[in-house]
């Protein structure tokens, strides 16, 4: 492994006192998590010869906190934490490839480490993939793999995967429209973020019964609750 830069290694000297949450790889920065890993101080700031240290300065470099925002350097913490096996350092090095965050854009290597994360059970990294198989982005284009993967991704707990998903099935961009399957997903989804789940099931499929609807709610209830207990990849 390429030793690191004298002066990415000053900045973890550098770090204050302050708390500093690490540990949540999310694909947007303000992202939150009950399973986010809190630095509490300078006696606990990240052992940055293991990949779970170095994905943690990776995340800390990459928002600014604790230690100044760094793109570049994040990235540089992040390639080697990804290398070195830790899940959520795959997604969050992926994600930087794929936008070109801290260094060149690379597609192809973006869908590797998505693959990779993916293959390790982390919902952000299938659902990124899946774009990308949708898109013909980085891979060949795939719309039965991507719909796999949107499916692995909702059923593992990530909303936005399962929203999208119900929207693709009721509009019958995978195929025949399923709306037992897309109210499925939507109130899984809907669990994370409550809307109008019931609401918008009947508006696409009147047909739906009450008592349909109830049994398609614990459904998602069981599946999401499946998740929880699985954990994220990370």
């Not at 708390?19 to 947007?28: F, L, Q, R, T, Y």
């Not at 939507?186 to 739906?208: E, N």
Request: aromatic fraction near 6%.
């Amino acid at each position: 492994m390429k030793r690191p830069l004298p002066f990415i290694v000053a900045f973890a000297a550098a770090m204050p006192a302050q708390a500093v949450a690490c540990g949540w790889w999310g694909e947007n920065l303000d992202e939150k998590s009950s399973d986010a890993v809190i630095v509490e101080s300078m006696t606990d700031k990240p052992d940055l010869s293991t990949p779970e240290g170095m994905a943690r300065m990776a995340r800390a470099c990459r928002i600014g906190d604790g230690v100044p925002q760094d793109d570049l350097v994040a990235r540089r913490w992040a390639g080697p934490a990804a290398r070195g096996g830790h899940v959520g350092a795959m997604n969050d090095y992926a994600q930087m490839l794929e936008q070109g965050i801290g260094g060149p854009q690379d597609l192809a290597a973006a869908a590797e480490w998505y693959e990779r994360a993916a293959e390790a059970g982390n919902a952000q990294a299938m659902h990124s993939l899946a774009h990308m198989h949708f898109d013909g982005r980085g891979v060949a284009r795939d719309w039965a793999k991507a719909a796999d993967l949107m499916r692995r991704s909702a059923a593992a707990g990530h909303a936005s995967a399962a929203e999208e998903l119900a929207l693709m099935l009721w509009r019958g961009d995978l195929g025949e429209r399923e709306p037992n399957e897309a109210c499925l997903w939507w109130l899984t989804a809907d669990l994370k973020t409550p809307s109008d789940g019931a609401d918008t099931c009947r508006a696409h499929d009147p047909g739906l019964t009450d008592g349909q609807i109830a049994e398609l709610r614990q459904r998602a209830v069981d599946l999401v609750d499946g998740a929880s207990h699985r954990g994220p990849g990370s």
